[in-house]
């Protein structure tokens, strides 16, 4: 039987509003920032547990997400989409591509 990780100590590498997501017997920190390309378009990084970097990509958001506001990743989150829940609203972030 699998159980849900807590959050471990922040890694010192990651940026200090990176959140902590907990999976079965798995995690990942997630940060986000914005892009130069438009208000829809954020650069979101993943990291491991323990700080090492799995994913830097760029997503797009169908519905406007306004990240200087309380957000929260949830689930599914993963290198291909990303879920941001705000003021009780599921956003989907795609992956771009190449």
């Known amino acids: 039987m699998s159980t849900i990780l807590e959050a471990p100590s922040l890694p010192l590498n990651l940026p200090d509003t990176a959140q902590w997501l907990a999976g079965q017997g798995a995690g990942s920190w ?10 829809r378009h954020f ?3 993943r990291y491991s547990p323990n ?9 797009n958001s169908i519905m406007p997400l306004d990240i200087t506001k309380p957000y929260q990743f949830s689930y ?13 609203k599921k956003i989907i972030l795609n992956w771009i591509g190449e």
């Open 43 to 45: 650069k979101i990084l």
């Open 76 to 88: 599914l989150s993963h290198c291909a989409l990303c879920t941001i829940i705000q003021n009780n």
């Open 51 to 59: 700080g090492e970097l799995e994913c830097n990509r760029i997503y």
């Open 30 to 39: 997630f940060y986000i920032e914005k892009t130069d390309i438009d208000k």
